[in-house]
């Protein structure tokens, strides 16, 4: 009796805990998803001389802030959504990378993220990022858009590039959903079912109506590599993937990025105006 007594106490406090620790994830699982870096941010202080800051507006009236600069030789505009920490600061050698090579540029701050005002969620984040490219098409209204999703970024712009036409999709280090990764993370919790902010980008990427370009690393630890080659081959055509055995989730090389896009572009036969890119050697 005594014994089965103990073993119902156990069972009742085990299960009380668990039950307290889902309650905990589903209340704070933006806390876990969102890490953003909040200070005033200036693209000249990262060496950015050309690049102009303004303010823009969600249709929500959510002040954001945005870095952008004007594309040369007739290149694209990569309108560019980042990863979950930091802030644009932290995309700084990228955004050198993508500008010397003559691409144009527009990338938003997140609300919460840099000094841009509000706090992220995924249906907030969205309507940042259409802000941001209705910012780009309204300033260059003759330039292709590119859209570019970094980890996190890359689930916004799968869902941008449902909304919004474009030349081409390209995904750093990119998940299938949010549900999908924690699940990997904490197996004995049912993500599933408490996933607030999911960005499910392999129920989305089907209907894709663009080509894809995914780049992704063996020895990324954050996002695994089989989460990216299951979404292109979740894609349609025409998709490329460029998966390296050596590079884990922020390795990538700004010029490697910018050189292997500008070759996808000219596989599928855009704007032959587009000057080849010198070699890669860094």
């Known amino acids: 009796m005594y014994n089965t007594k103990m073993l119902f106490k156990i069972i009742f406090y085990g299960f009380l805990i668990y039950?307290?620790?889902?309650?905990g994830l589903f209340l704070f699982q933006r806390k876990l998803i969102y890490h953003p870096l909040r200070e005033e941010l200036n693209p000249q202080?990262?060496?950015?001389?050309?690049t102009q800051k303004t303010s823009i507006r969600a249709?929500?009236?959510?002040q954001l802030s945005l870095w952008w600069q004007a594309p040369q030789n007739n290149l694209p505009i990569i309108v560019y959504f980042h990863g979950n920490a930091g802030n644009l600061k932290m995309r700084a050698d990228k955004f050198h990378g993508?500008?010397?090579?003559?691409?144009?540029?527009?990338?938003?701050?997140?609300?919460?993220?840099?000094?841009?005002?509000?706090?992220?969620?995924?249906?907030?984040?969205?309507?940042?990022?259409?802000a941001a490219i209705k910012f780009a098409q309204t300033q260059f209204p003759q330039q292709p858009i590119i859209l570019y999703g970094e980890s996190l970024g890359s689930g916004v712009a799968v869902q941008m590039a449902a909304e919004f036409p474009a030349q081409m999709l390209v995904l750093e280090a990119p998940y299938t959903?949010?549900?999908?990764?924690?699940a990997e993370l904490y197996p004995m919790f049912p993500i599933k079912y408490i996933t607030r902010d999911n960005f499910n980008s392999?129920?989305?990427?089907?209907?894709?109506?663009?080509?894809?370009?995914?780049?992704?690393?063996?020895?990324?630890?954050?996002?695994?590599?089989?989460?990216?080659?299951?979404?292109l081959a979740a894609a349609p055509e025409p998709k490329k993937g460029l998966f390296y055995p050596d590079i884990g989730h922020t390795d990538f090389?700004?010029?490697l990025l910018a050189q292997e896009i500008i070759n996808f572009y000219h596989e599928l036969g855009f704007d032959a105006s587009v000057a080849k890119l010198p070699p890669v050697t860094d």
């Open 45 to 50: 202080i990262v060496g950015l001389k050309d």
């Open 19 to 23: 039950a307290f620790l889902v309650l």
């Open 98 to 130: 993508f500008i010397a090579q003559n691409f144009g540029l527009v990338a938003v701050s997140y609300r919460g993220y840099g000094d841009s005002m509000g706090a992220p969620s995924e249906a907030g984040i969205y309507m940042d990022a259409r």
């Open 202 to 231: 392999l129920e989305k990427i089907p209907h894709l109506k663009m080509p894809l370009l995914i780049f992704h690393g063996a020895k990324d630890e954050v996002i695994p590599l089989h989460q990216g080659q299951r979404l």
């Open 59 to 62: 249709e929500d009236g959510t």
């Open 177 to 182: 959903s949010i549900s999908a990764r924690g």
């Open 253 to 255: 090389s700004p010029a």
